[in-house]
């Protein structure tokens, strides 16, 4: 079988939630199946100015092919028509334009697609909402695989997205929740498609020792692991920790890492690390006591999977219905929506080591149920023997066509959104995980104490 796996960017020392998740499915197809990668030529995700030479090299053994950016983006033009499509009445054609300004914009490499699809069983695209996924799937319908990391955003909402939804072969989704919002929107049930999310390297364990003799970093930690920035929430955890380290307890330390967008806090306990490699990352999971994700917005958390891989306990942003989903169906950790519940969940953690451990051995047991890569490649393989049945039953789907010109140019179509905040919200909780764990709200110490005995 021969595959071919497209996304925005990729390289071994890219930090991106969607770009690592491409990079790891396709080094792991590789072993079943002969992959090759289409991206661009960008590394930075906000200009996707070009930065790597266009042309074919290889990453980790893999053929990579990469095709320039016609333009960068800019920044103010994709604010304008951001808040044109999301906030008022507009047309299709005005919803394309959006597109084209988020890029990242490469022709070329849609062009190759189209002219080399017929050569591939199937083309796994990632991340729905940009130019490549779009205008890809387009020119290569009858294979492509999307892989969509959605989360719950406008941009969920544009109407442009409901035949790609509807007119691929299959979707391999990342969590119930991004499922049901796909579902939402785009009404695209009878669609195949599976919640597979992606796996990790786990080494056999990580050295809190060697973390702390490359840091210099002593007592108790609370990790964060990600790109640092406000759309990550991290301006929010900053704000939480600082106040709980003066009013709760003044024995923990916020530990970052990755690279930074904002400002981080100069304060003698948040310390930041920058970009590190695997192992010293695992080195900090070893290390810490919790891991905290105060995202917003996540169609999947590959590190609070990482962290109960670690067993380690997770505190997660209750306002994000798939942080909050996974930490309840694991029962590996707890949430907050507020401050108080913030400062309540962590000293909680804090304050009580059954709890903490029983938190921990449910999100491995979790981690080993679902997300090993052994489940991870056996949905992906078992999602390409049904595609190969249905083509050779000759039931493939094919994808809607565009309206014509002037039906494009009609002002008919409603903000994105309205349609995405009219969708139910809430974790999906149709399959709890494993053992009897309190992954829930934040627990007042009354509710721990009994969770501890």
Same mark, same amino acid.
């Given at each position: 079988?021969?595959?071919?796996?497209?996304?925005?960017?990729?390289?071994?020392?890219?930090?991106?939630?969607?770009?690592?998740?491409?990079?790891?499915?396709?080094?792991?197809?590789?072993?079943?199946?002969?992959?090759?990668?289409?991206?661009?030529?960008?590394?930075?995700?906000?200009?996707?100015?070009?930065?790597?030479?266009?042309?074919?090299?290889?990453?980790?053994?893999?053929?990579?092919?990469?095709?320039?950016?016609?333009?960068?983006?800019?920044?103010?033009?994709?604010?304008?028509?951001?808040?044109?499509?999301?906030?008022?009445?507009?047309?299709?054609?005005?919803?394309?334009?959006?597109?084209?300004?988020?890029?990242?914009?490469?022709?070329?490499?849609?062009?190759?697609?189209?002219?080399?699809?017929?050569?591939?069983?199937?083309?796994?695209?990632?991340?729905?909402?940009?130019?490549?996924?779009?205008?890809?799937?387009?020119?290569?319908?009858?294979?492509?695989?999307?892989?969509?990391?959605?989360?719950?955003?406008?941009?969920?909402?544009?109407?442009?997205?409901?035949?790609?939804?509807?007119?691929?072969?299959?979707?391999?989704?990342?969590?119930?929740?991004?499922?049901?919002?796909?579902?939402?929107?785009?009404?695209?049930?009878?669609?195949?498609?599976?919640?597979?999310?992606?796996?990790?390297?786990?080494?056999?364990?990580?050295?809190?020792?060697?973390?702390?003799?490359?840091?210099?970093?002593?007592?108790?930690?609370?990790?964060?692991?990600?790109?640092?920035?406000?759309?990550?929430?991290?301006?929010?955890?900053?704000?939480?920790?600082?106040?709980?380290?003066?009013?709760?307890?003044?024995?923990?330390?916020?530990?970052?890492?990755?690279?930074?967008?904002? !400002?981080? $806090? %100069?304060?003698?306990?948040?310390?930041?690390?920058?970009?590190?490699?695997?192992? &010293?990352?695992? #080195? /900090? @999971?070893?290390?810490?006591?919790?891991?905290?994700?105060?995202?917003?917005?996540?169609?999947?958390?590959?590190?609070?999977?990482?962290?109960?891989?670690?067993?380690?306990?997770?505190?997660?942003?209750?306002?994000?219905?798939?942080?909050?989903?996974?930490?309840?169906?694991?029962?590996?950790?707890?949430?907050?929506?507020?401050?108080?519940?913030?400062?309540?969940?962590?000293?909680?953690?804090?304050?009580?080591?059954?709890?903490?451990?029983?938190?921990?051995?449910?999100?491995?047991?979790?981690?080993?149920?679902?997300?090993?890569?052994?489940?991870?490649?056996?949905?992906?393989?078992?999602?390409?023997?049904?595609?190969?049945?249905?083509?050779?039953?000759?039931?493939?789907?094919?994808?809607? !066509?565009? $309206? %014509?010109?002037?039906?494009?140019?009609?002002?008919?179509?409603?903000?994105?959104? &309205?349609?995405? #905040? /009219? @969708?139910?919200?809430?974790?999906?909780?149709?399959?709890?995980?494993?053992?009897?764990?309190?992954?829930?709200?934040?627990?007042?110490?009354?509710?721990?104490?009994?969770?501890?005995?």
């Amino acid at each position: 079988m021969r595959l071919a796996v497209i996304v925005q960017r990729y390289g071994a020392d890219l930090n991106g939630g969607a770009e690592l998740h491409a990079r790891y499915i396709a080094e792991r197809l590789n072993r079943h199946a002969e992959v090759e990668v289409f991206t661009t030529c960008a590394r930075d995700y906000v200009s996707w100015r070009n930065e790597l030479p266009p042309g074919s090299d290889e990453v980790n053994g893999l053929v990579v092919h990469r095709f320039p950016v016609r333009r960068e983006r800019d920044p103010g033009e994709f604010g304008r028509r951001s808040a044109h499509v999301f906030e008022r009445v507009h047309s299709l054609a005005d919803e394309l334009r959006w597109l084209r300004s988020e890029g990242p914009t490469s022709p070329a490499l849609v062009r190759r697609l189209r002219r080399t699809a017929a050569t591939y069983d199937y083309l796994i695209f990632f991340s729905y909402r940009y130019y490549h996924a779009y205008h890809g799937i387009r020119a290569a319908s009858p294979q492509a695989i999307l892989v969509p990391t959605a989360e719950r955003d406008p941009a969920l909402g544009l109407s442009v997205f409901g035949p790609i939804f509807r007119g691929v072969r299959a979707l391999m989704y990342n969590s119930p929740e991004e499922r049901a919002i796909i579902q939402g929107v785009s009404a695209n049930h009878d669609v195949p498609g599976v919640v597979v999310g992606v796996g990790s390297e786990i080494p056999a364990r990580g050295s809190a020792r060697r973390f702390r003799s490359r840091t210099g970093i002593r007592g108790r930690l609370v990790l964060y692991v990600g790109r640092i920035d406000e759309n990550k929430g991290c301006e929010e955890l900053f704000d939480f920790f600082q106040r709980y380290a003066a009013e709760v307890s003044d024995q923990l330390r916020l530990v970052l890492v990755g690279s930074a967008l904002i !400002d981080v $806090p %100069s304060h003698p306990r948040i310390h930041h690390l920058g970009f590190v490699s695997d192992e &010293e990352k695992f #080195d /900090a @999971l070893a290390a810490a006591d919790l891991l905290v994700m105060p995202s917003f917005l996540e169609s999947l958390s590959m590190v609070t999977l990482e962290a109960w891989a670690m067993r380690l306990p997770v505190l997660v942003n209750g306002a994000c219905d798939v942080l909050r989903g996974q930490a309840v169906r694991a029962n590996g950790g707890l949430y907050y929506t507020s401050y108080a519940e913030f400062a309540e969940a962590l000293n909680v953690i804090e304050t009580y080591p059954d709890l903490r451990a029983g938190l921990a051995a449910n999100g491995r047991a979790y981690f080993d149920q679902h997300y090993t890569w052994g489940t991870i490649e056996r949905k992906y393989l078992s999602m390409l023997e049904r595609l190969q049945e249905e083509d050779r039953a000759e039931t493939a789907r094919r994808i809607e !066509d565009l $309206p %014509s010109w002037l039906a494009r140019r009609r002002r008919d179509r409603p903000p994105a959104r &309205e349609i995405v #905040d /009219a @969708l139910p919200t809430g974790p999906v909780l149709d399959r709890p995980g494993p053992g009897p764990g309190p992954g829930r709200r934040a627990p007042s110490r009354r509710r721990a104490d009994r969770a501890r005995g």
